[in-house]
Every structure is written in C-alpha cells, then in structure tokens.
C-alpha cells in the first residue's frame, strides 16, 4: 500500500514538472546590442591575443588597441594616441544574436567572430573561417581609473 501511494506521488510530480515546461509561454530572444555598446558607446581594450592556447600579446595597461563600438553600428579600432588624434581604423559591425556572431568590416579587411561573454566583464571573439583574422581576442571594459 506504501508504494503504490508513492509511486502515484511520483507520477503527479513527474506529470507537473512536464506541464509546467510546456505551456507555451514565449521566451525572450537575447540581444547583445547593449552589452557591446551600453545604448551609446563603450569602451573595450584589448586584453589578450591569442592563438589557439598560445598568447601572441597581452595588454595589461593604457598603452594596447581599444575597440569602441557605437549604437549607430561603426566601430573604432586603435590605440589612445591614434584615437586622439582621430587616426584610427573606422568600421562598422552587425551582430547576430540568435547565433552570437559578430561581424566587423573595415575598408580593408572583415573579421567574423563567434562570441561569448566569459565572466561579466569578459568579451572572448573566436574568429570563424570566414575571418581575415584567424587570432582569438579578448576584451575587456575600458578600466576604472584608480
């Protein structure tokens, strides 16, 4: 009598928890757009260079390449003097949420990457074969300033 009783609280359980994962409720889709340029412009240098396990540059202070992408879709690449004196590489990026993919095109290169945010404040792009960049870069937040 024991069992039974428990093997029919086992099936009410079991037969909740499947209709509760199937009531057709909508899920959001995710967009990255915010997370790259925080509704205006953001900031990101460039931290880590790699190639495959093998770091190629690491930059640890002020001194490295900076990525500032903007809402409007351009995208600036260069380090702080040649921002400030407005010599940097312009572009613009699209990214594909559904598949995390991020596509930069300059006037004379494309880079495709696979992206994920690694920790929160960690962007890691993984080039694609499509790429002209075969160097996996990681970024981070432009630093507080201490």
Known sequence: ?????????????????LSSCATGVPTEKIDFTYAFCDGNSKVWMLQKVRNGDVII????????????????????????????EQ??????????????????EFPSENWDFYFEFSYE??????????????QTLELVPFPDYN
């Open 87 to 104: 010599k940097g590489k312009i572009g613009t990026y699209s990214i594909d949420n559904d598949n995390s993919y991020l596509t930069i």
């Open 121 to 134: 404040d960690r962007l890691v792009l993984y080039p694609t074969t499509k790429s002209d960049i075969v």
């Open 1 to 17: 009598m024991k069992i039974n009783l428990y093997f029919n609280k086992l099936l009410f359980f079991i037969g909740l928890l």
């Open 57 to 84: 540059e690491e930059n640890l202070d002020f001194g490295g390449e900076f990525l500032i992408f903007y809402l409007t879709g351009k995208v600036l690449k260069g380090n702080l003097k040649e921002i400030s």
